[in-house]
Protein backbone atom coordinates (compact mmCIF):
# COMPACT_ATOMS: atom_id res chain seq x y z
CA UNK A 1 0.00 0.00 0.00
CA UNK A 2 1.20 3.58 -1.12
CA UNK A 3 1.20 6.10 1.52
CA UNK A 4 1.30 10.19 1.04
CA UNK A 5 5.14 9.77 1.86
CA UNK A 6 6.12 7.46 -1.11
CA UNK A 7 4.20 10.01 -3.44
CA UNK A 8 5.92 12.85 -2.79
CA UNK A 9 9.22 10.94 -1.90
CA UNK A 10 9.24 8.20 -4.67
CA UNK A 11 11.95 5.42 -3.84
CA UNK A 12 15.49 6.47 -5.91
CA UNK A 13 16.31 4.75 -9.09
CA UNK A 14 18.85 2.05 -9.14
CA UNK A 15 22.03 2.89 -10.38
CA UNK A 16 21.55 0.04 -13.06
CA UNK A 17 18.58 1.00 -14.71
CA UNK A 18 19.88 4.77 -14.50
CA UNK A 19 22.55 3.83 -16.36
CA UNK A 20 20.42 2.30 -18.70
CA UNK A 21 18.33 5.15 -19.84
CA UNK A 22 19.46 6.87 -23.29
CA UNK A 23 21.57 10.10 -22.80
CA UNK A 24 23.41 12.57 -25.56
CA UNK A 25 26.05 9.63 -26.08
CA UNK A 26 24.24 6.67 -25.75
CA UNK A 27 23.43 4.20 -28.93
CA UNK A 28 19.60 5.44 -28.98
CA UNK A 29 20.06 9.32 -29.43
CA UNK A 30 23.05 8.11 -31.96
CA UNK A 31 20.71 6.43 -33.69
CA UNK A 32 18.09 9.04 -33.60
CA UNK A 33 20.97 11.38 -34.90
CA UNK A 34 21.49 9.38 -38.02
CA UNK A 35 17.55 9.48 -38.53
CA UNK A 36 17.55 13.23 -38.38
CA UNK A 37 18.33 15.47 -41.26
CA UNK A 38 22.04 16.64 -41.44
CA UNK A 39 21.11 20.37 -41.68
CA UNK A 40 24.91 21.37 -42.25
CA UNK A 41 25.38 19.00 -44.60
CA UNK A 42 22.03 20.31 -46.39
CA UNK A 43 23.94 23.96 -46.24
CA UNK A 44 27.10 22.55 -47.79
CA UNK A 45 25.55 20.81 -51.15
CA UNK A 46 23.46 24.30 -51.09
CA UNK A 47 27.24 26.28 -51.70
CA UNK A 48 28.50 23.41 -53.95
CA UNK A 49 25.32 23.67 -56.11
CA UNK A 50 25.85 27.82 -55.82
CA UNK A 51 29.05 27.21 -57.35
CA UNK A 52 27.70 25.06 -59.93
CA UNK A 53 25.72 26.85 -60.99
CA UNK A 54 27.82 29.95 -60.89
CA UNK A 55 30.83 28.33 -62.93
CA UNK A 56 28.17 26.74 -65.62
CA UNK A 57 25.79 29.56 -66.02
CA UNK A 58 28.00 32.73 -66.13
CA UNK A 59 30.14 33.20 -69.29
CA UNK A 60 34.01 32.93 -68.95
CA UNK A 61 35.24 36.68 -69.70
CA UNK A 62 37.75 36.47 -72.40
CA UNK A 63 41.16 38.20 -71.41
CA UNK A 64 43.96 37.49 -74.64
CA UNK A 65 42.38 33.69 -75.06
CA UNK A 66 39.22 32.15 -76.00
CA UNK A 67 38.27 30.55 -72.74
CA UNK A 68 39.34 28.73 -70.13
CA UNK A 69 39.45 24.78 -70.63
CA UNK A 70 37.57 22.40 -68.57
CA UNK A 71 34.75 25.33 -67.13
CA UNK A 72 32.08 22.65 -67.45
CA UNK A 73 33.72 19.73 -66.36
CA UNK A 74 34.61 21.93 -63.11
CA UNK A 75 30.68 22.94 -63.01
CA UNK A 76 29.90 19.57 -63.29
CA UNK A 77 32.01 18.36 -60.42
CA UNK A 78 30.63 20.75 -57.88
CA UNK A 79 27.09 19.55 -59.22
CA UNK A 80 27.95 15.81 -58.47
CA UNK A 81 29.18 17.49 -54.81
CA UNK A 82 26.19 18.85 -54.41
CA UNK A 83 24.37 15.93 -54.84
CA UNK A 84 25.91 13.51 -52.55
CA UNK A 85 26.07 16.19 -49.91
CA UNK A 86 22.23 16.35 -50.06
CA UNK A 87 22.09 13.17 -50.08
CA UNK A 88 23.65 12.78 -47.04
CA UNK A 89 21.94 15.44 -45.45
CA UNK A 90 18.15 13.58 -46.04
CA UNK A 91 19.61 10.15 -45.23
CA UNK A 92 22.42 10.68 -42.84
CA UNK A 93 22.79 6.98 -42.59
CA UNK A 94 23.57 6.69 -45.61
CA UNK A 95 27.29 7.73 -44.86
CA UNK A 96 27.33 4.67 -42.29
CA UNK A 97 31.15 5.31 -40.23
CA UNK A 98 31.95 8.42 -42.05
CA UNK A 99 28.83 10.56 -40.51
CA UNK A 100 30.43 11.38 -37.47
CA UNK A 101 33.69 13.05 -39.40
CA UNK A 102 31.28 14.54 -41.95
CA UNK A 103 29.67 16.71 -39.05
CA UNK A 104 32.94 17.70 -37.83
CA UNK A 105 33.78 18.87 -41.60
CA UNK A 106 30.35 20.37 -42.33
CA UNK A 107 31.67 24.47 -41.53
CA UNK A 108 35.10 23.45 -44.12
CA UNK A 109 32.95 22.09 -46.63
CA UNK A 110 30.77 25.19 -46.84
CA UNK A 111 33.75 27.52 -46.62
CA UNK A 112 35.37 25.36 -49.33
CA UNK A 113 32.94 26.17 -51.73
CA UNK A 114 32.61 29.42 -51.05
CA UNK A 115 35.80 30.21 -51.16
CA UNK A 116 36.36 28.66 -54.50
CA UNK A 117 33.19 30.30 -55.63
CA UNK A 118 34.67 33.71 -54.88
CA UNK A 119 37.95 32.48 -56.67
CA UNK A 120 36.19 31.74 -59.98
CA UNK A 121 34.37 35.13 -59.61
CA UNK A 122 37.03 37.25 -59.19
CA UNK A 123 39.30 35.56 -61.95
CA UNK A 124 37.07 33.50 -64.39
CA UNK A 125 34.50 35.84 -64.37
CA UNK A 126 35.00 39.42 -63.36
CA UNK A 127 38.71 39.22 -64.40
CA UNK A 128 38.94 41.27 -61.40
CA UNK A 129 42.63 39.37 -60.43
CA UNK A 130 44.66 39.63 -63.77
CA UNK A 131 46.11 37.64 -66.10
CA UNK A 132 48.14 35.94 -66.20
CA UNK A 133 49.42 35.63 -62.60
CA UNK A 134 45.97 34.77 -61.15
CA UNK A 135 43.92 31.87 -63.05
CA UNK A 136 40.70 30.23 -61.90
CA UNK A 137 40.36 26.52 -60.37
CA UNK A 138 39.55 24.81 -63.13
CA UNK A 139 42.87 25.63 -64.77
CA UNK A 140 44.54 23.55 -62.11
CA UNK A 141 42.60 20.62 -63.85
CA UNK A 142 43.97 21.55 -66.98
CA UNK A 143 47.59 21.46 -65.32
CA UNK A 144 46.94 17.78 -63.65
CA UNK A 145 45.56 16.23 -67.04
CA UNK A 146 48.20 17.68 -69.52
CA UNK A 147 51.42 17.81 -67.22
CA UNK A 148 50.53 15.27 -64.33
CA UNK A 149 53.24 12.71 -65.51
CA UNK A 150 55.68 15.54 -65.08
CA UNK A 151 54.07 16.64 -61.64
CA UNK A 152 54.36 13.30 -60.17
CA UNK A 153 57.92 12.66 -61.53
CA UNK A 154 59.41 15.68 -59.55
CA UNK A 155 56.78 15.33 -56.49
CA UNK A 156 58.84 12.02 -56.53
CA UNK A 157 62.11 13.77 -56.90
CA UNK A 158 60.81 15.77 -53.73
CA UNK A 159 60.07 13.62 -51.39
CA UNK A 160 63.29 10.97 -52.16
CA UNK A 161 65.72 14.48 -51.53
CA UNK A 162 63.43 15.61 -48.81
CA UNK A 163 63.42 11.90 -46.59
CA UNK A 164 66.41 11.26 -47.35
CA UNK A 165 67.82 14.09 -46.01
CA UNK A 166 65.39 14.52 -42.91
CA UNK A 167 66.56 11.12 -41.57
CA UNK A 168 70.70 11.82 -42.43
CA UNK A 169 69.79 14.99 -40.35
CA UNK A 170 67.56 13.23 -38.13
CA UNK A 171 69.71 11.02 -36.90
CA UNK A 172 73.07 13.04 -36.96
CA UNK A 173 71.19 15.43 -34.40
CA UNK A 174 69.19 12.50 -32.25
CA UNK A 175 72.92 11.11 -31.52
CA UNK A 176 74.59 14.69 -30.81
CA UNK A 177 71.88 15.73 -28.96
CA UNK A 178 72.50 12.44 -26.26
CA UNK A 179 75.98 12.62 -26.37
CA UNK A 180 76.12 16.54 -25.48
CA UNK A 181 73.23 15.89 -23.08
CA UNK A 182 74.73 12.70 -21.19
CA UNK A 183 78.91 13.75 -21.56
CA UNK A 184 80.06 16.59 -19.88
CA UNK A 185 83.01 16.39 -22.09
CA UNK A 186 80.86 16.59 -25.42
CA UNK A 187 78.71 19.40 -23.63
CA UNK A 188 82.13 21.58 -23.50
CA UNK A 189 83.31 20.63 -27.15
CA UNK A 190 79.99 20.56 -28.85
CA UNK A 191 77.68 22.49 -27.53
CA UNK A 192 79.38 26.29 -28.37
CA UNK A 193 79.53 24.52 -31.96
CA UNK A 194 75.82 24.00 -32.23
CA UNK A 195 75.19 27.92 -30.20
CA UNK A 196 77.33 29.26 -33.00
CA UNK A 197 76.34 27.57 -36.33
CA UNK A 198 73.00 26.23 -35.46
CA UNK A 199 70.86 29.52 -35.82
CA UNK A 200 72.71 30.16 -39.13
CA UNK A 201 69.84 29.97 -42.05
CA UNK A 202 71.27 26.79 -44.38
CA UNK A 203 70.47 29.22 -47.05
CA UNK A 204 73.16 31.23 -46.35
CA UNK A 205 75.50 27.96 -46.86
CA UNK A 206 74.71 27.66 -49.92
CA UNK A 207 77.44 29.30 -52.29
CA UNK A 208 80.37 27.70 -49.53
CA UNK A 209 78.39 24.13 -50.27
CA UNK A 210 78.08 23.82 -53.49
CA UNK A 211 82.25 24.02 -53.45
CA UNK A 212 82.74 21.32 -51.49
CA UNK A 213 80.04 19.03 -52.99
CA UNK A 214 80.14 17.55 -56.03
CA UNK A 215 77.56 17.51 -57.27
CA UNK A 216 73.56 20.11 -56.64
CA UNK A 217 72.14 17.09 -55.66
CA UNK A 218 74.55 15.68 -52.51
CA UNK A 219 74.28 19.94 -51.33
CA UNK A 220 70.98 19.98 -50.78
CA UNK A 221 71.09 16.91 -49.02
CA UNK A 222 73.80 18.35 -46.94
CA UNK A 223 71.56 21.55 -46.07
CA UNK A 224 68.82 19.61 -45.64
CA UNK A 225 70.07 17.08 -43.08
CA UNK A 226 71.69 20.37 -41.57
CA UNK A 227 68.71 22.62 -40.77
CA UNK A 228 67.11 19.38 -39.28
CA UNK A 229 69.70 18.40 -37.26
CA UNK A 230 69.84 21.72 -35.20
CA UNK A 231 66.70 21.63 -33.32
CA UNK A 232 66.78 18.03 -33.36
CA UNK A 233 70.26 17.86 -31.17
CA UNK A 234 69.11 20.82 -29.05
CA UNK A 235 65.89 19.51 -27.95
CA UNK A 236 67.26 15.90 -27.63
CA UNK A 237 69.94 17.33 -25.38
CA UNK A 238 67.50 19.17 -23.61
CA UNK A 239 65.29 16.49 -23.20
CA UNK A 240 68.33 13.93 -22.11
CA UNK A 241 69.72 16.16 -19.55
CA UNK A 242 66.45 17.28 -17.91
CA UNK A 243 65.30 13.59 -16.86
CA UNK A 244 64.66 12.69 -13.45
CA UNK A 245 68.21 11.71 -11.72
CA UNK A 246 65.91 9.73 -9.29
CA UNK A 247 65.26 7.24 -11.97
CA UNK A 248 68.91 6.87 -12.57
CA UNK A 249 69.02 6.30 -8.76
CA UNK A 250 66.86 3.51 -8.67
CA UNK A 251 68.30 1.90 -12.10
CA UNK A 252 71.81 2.01 -10.43
CA UNK A 253 70.12 0.67 -7.11
CA UNK A 254 69.23 -2.61 -9.07
CA UNK A 255 72.39 -3.27 -11.08
CA UNK A 256 72.09 -1.01 -14.35
CA UNK A 257 74.97 -0.61 -16.36
CA UNK A 258 75.80 2.98 -18.23
CA UNK A 259 74.60 2.13 -21.74
CA UNK A 260 71.32 0.62 -20.35
CA UNK A 261 70.99 4.36 -18.36
CA UNK A 262 71.79 5.90 -21.69
CA UNK A 263 69.12 3.91 -24.33
CA UNK A 264 66.54 2.50 -21.61
CA UNK A 265 66.36 5.23 -19.55
CA UNK A 266 67.74 8.68 -20.89
CA UNK A 267 66.37 7.97 -24.59
CA UNK A 268 62.80 6.92 -23.75
CA UNK A 269 62.73 10.11 -21.56
CA UNK A 270 63.57 12.23 -23.92
CA UNK A 271 61.76 11.12 -26.96
CA UNK A 272 58.71 13.49 -26.64
CA UNK A 273 61.37 16.44 -26.68
CA UNK A 274 62.96 14.55 -29.86
CA UNK A 275 60.18 14.89 -32.03
CA UNK A 276 59.19 18.65 -30.99
CA UNK A 277 62.66 19.07 -32.66
CA UNK A 278 61.61 16.56 -35.69
CA UNK A 279 58.63 18.66 -36.13
CA UNK A 280 60.69 21.63 -36.08
CA UNK A 281 63.28 20.49 -38.29
CA UNK A 282 60.74 19.58 -41.13
CA UNK A 283 59.92 23.50 -41.02
CA UNK A 284 63.65 23.95 -42.07
CA UNK A 285 64.15 21.48 -44.12
CA UNK A 286 60.67 22.27 -46.47
CA UNK A 287 62.66 25.62 -47.04
CA UNK A 288 66.09 24.50 -47.80
CA UNK A 289 64.29 21.76 -50.00
CA UNK A 290 62.51 24.37 -52.42
CA UNK A 291 65.52 26.93 -52.21
CA UNK A 292 68.15 24.06 -53.03
CA UNK A 293 65.90 23.18 -55.96
CA UNK A 294 65.48 26.20 -57.12
CA UNK A 295 69.16 27.19 -57.31
CA UNK A 296 70.65 23.51 -58.52
CA UNK A 297 68.67 20.75 -58.63
CA UNK A 298 67.15 19.43 -62.50
CA UNK A 299 64.35 18.11 -60.95
CA UNK A 300 61.56 18.79 -58.34
CA UNK A 301 58.97 20.70 -57.47
CA UNK A 302 61.11 23.70 -56.57
CA UNK A 303 62.49 23.44 -60.27
CA UNK A 304 59.34 22.58 -61.65
CA UNK A 305 57.92 26.29 -59.46
CA UNK A 306 61.44 28.26 -61.38
CA UNK A 307 60.43 26.29 -64.41
CA UNK A 308 57.25 27.74 -64.82
CA UNK A 309 57.74 31.13 -63.17
CA UNK A 310 60.52 31.20 -66.13
CA UNK A 311 57.57 30.74 -68.93
CA UNK A 312 54.90 32.79 -67.03
CA UNK A 313 53.06 29.79 -66.49
CA UNK A 314 50.98 30.59 -63.17
CA UNK A 315 48.59 27.87 -63.40
CA UNK A 316 51.11 25.03 -63.11
CA UNK A 317 52.74 27.28 -60.60
CA UNK A 318 49.90 26.84 -58.30
CA UNK A 319 49.65 23.29 -59.35
CA UNK A 320 52.81 23.03 -57.91
CA UNK A 321 52.00 24.90 -54.78
CA UNK A 322 49.11 22.61 -54.35
CA UNK A 323 50.89 19.27 -54.61
CA UNK A 324 53.84 21.00 -52.25
CA UNK A 325 51.34 21.36 -49.42
CA UNK A 326 49.46 18.18 -49.67
CA UNK A 327 52.93 16.65 -49.80
CA UNK A 328 54.68 18.15 -46.79
CA UNK A 329 51.13 18.32 -44.82
CA UNK A 330 51.24 14.36 -45.37
CA UNK A 331 54.92 14.44 -44.22
CA UNK A 332 53.36 16.22 -41.20
CA UNK A 333 50.68 13.57 -40.24
CA UNK A 334 52.73 10.32 -40.80
CA UNK A 335 55.51 11.46 -38.28
CA UNK A 336 51.99 12.59 -35.84
CA UNK A 337 51.94 8.59 -36.39
CA UNK A 338 55.09 7.75 -35.86
CA UNK A 339 55.00 10.27 -32.83
CA UNK A 340 51.74 8.37 -31.59
CA UNK A 341 53.10 4.86 -31.98
CA UNK A 342 56.34 5.21 -30.93
CA UNK A 343 55.22 6.97 -27.53
CA UNK A 344 51.92 4.80 -26.94
CA UNK A 345 53.28 3.96 -24.03
CA UNK A 346 53.61 7.60 -22.47
CA UNK A 347 49.89 7.94 -23.37
CA UNK A 348 48.24 9.96 -20.59
CA UNK A 349 51.70 11.45 -19.41
CA UNK A 350 52.73 13.27 -21.79
CA UNK A 351 50.38 16.17 -23.50
CA UNK A 352 51.03 17.70 -26.70
Known amino acids: MST ?10 PVAAALRRPT ?29 SLTYAWPNKEVGFSDWAYTTEFAWVAFAVA ?15 LLPRLRLAG ?40 DGE ?21 GTGFVVGVLIGWSRQANYWIHPVLRVLGPLPTTALLPISFYFFPSSWSTAVFLIALGTAFPVAILTWSGVS ?34 VGLFMGLGAAFSTLVVAEMLGVK ?11 GWASYPNMYGALLVMALLFSGVISLLFLARDRVLSWQKGMVKW
Open 4 to 13: TADKLFPPPI
Open 24 to 52: AHTPASAHAERLSPWWGGLIAALAWGVLG
Open 83 to 97: VVLATIGLAPALAGA
Open 107 to 146: PWLVASALGLALWELFTAKLGTLPTPFFAPPQSLAEVFIS
Open 150 to 170: RLIDCAANSIKLLLIGIGFGG
Open 242 to 275: SVNKNYYDVARTMGASPWFLVLRVAIPAALPQVF
Open 299 to 309: SGLGWYLTWAQ
